[in-house]
């Protein structure tokens, strides 16, 4: 069964903490995505990646980072972690070039607080 | 402007009774794909349904269908005889043909209570 993996699914960190939320997928897929989940916001795109080493902004990326050293593993990094970015945080992959039917792979999430 | 549009913050729907969750988009790309996911309390984004553009019919799955109406623009997910588990929220999500980024867009969601 394919899967994508986040490390935790509650996290909680104090203000100033360097915090990373891990994702891995098993499915050789290239695309990888971070979304921020917020009420009555949905999901807004914070950063995705392409390829090894590659990485692009999404719509939120302010107070981010991302990492892929590897392809299999997208790692979403927060330098400093302050009380706004108190949010669940869903990690997502999809395979390159894909049929527009393919669907998005999601990870259970990550309810991060920040306290 | 929005995508994705979903007006809907929260529906109540009574037992064994259908319901509608209401999807309009917005793009000006002839090829594109629509996604239904569902996401109960535990987090995960359970994929429901897709409809292509291109898609003569609406699609259906068990008793999830989409009311696709091209030219309004509007993809409805429709749930018949409710079940308890239906309880979630349900996020309508776009993907068109033109970006190679691959980038999804998606709604606000709307939260379904399904009442015993």
């Known amino acids: 069964d394919v899967k994508v993996t986040q490390s935790s699914r509650y996290l909680v960190k104090r203000t100033g903490e360097k915090v990373f939320l891990e994702c891995v997928q098993d499915?050789?897929?290239?695309?990888m995505f971070w979304y921020r989940q917020d009420p009555g916001l949905g999901l807004r795109l914070i950063y995705f990646s392409y390829d090894v080493k590659m990485k692009e902004k999404g719509d939120i990326p302010e107070g981010y980072s991302v990492s892929r050293e590897k392809k299999e593993r997208f790692s979403l990094i927060l330098e400093s972690a302050s009380t706004n970015q108190t949010s669940m945080y869903l990690c997502?992959?999809?395979?390159?070039?894909?049929?527009?039917?393919?669907?998005?792979?999601f990870g259970s999430g990550t309810q991060l607080s920040v306290l | 402007a929005q995508k994705i549009t979903q007006t809907q913050p929260g529906m109540f729907v009574q037992e064994k009774e259908a319901v509608t969750l209401d999807c309009t988009y917005d793009t000006s790309d002839p090829s594109y794909g629509l996604f239904w996911y569902k996401q109960p309390s535990s987090g995960e984004m359970i994929f429901l349904i897709y409809?292509?553009?291109?898609?003569?019919q609406n699609a259906t799955e068990g008793r999830y269908s989409l009311n696709f109406q091209k030219a309004r623009k509007s993809a409805n997910l429709v749930i018949s005889a409710s079940q308890l588990g239906d309880s979630a929220m349900y996020f309508c999500a776009m993907r068109e043909g033109i970006d190679t980024g691959n980038q999804f867009y998606f709604g606000t969601g709307t939260s379904l209570t399904v009442i015993p």
């Open positions: 499915m050789d897929h290239e695309n």
């Open positions: 997502a992959s999809s395979s390159t070039p894909s049929p527009i039917r393919e669907k998005l792979f």
């Open positions: 409809q292509g553009s291109y898609d003569q």
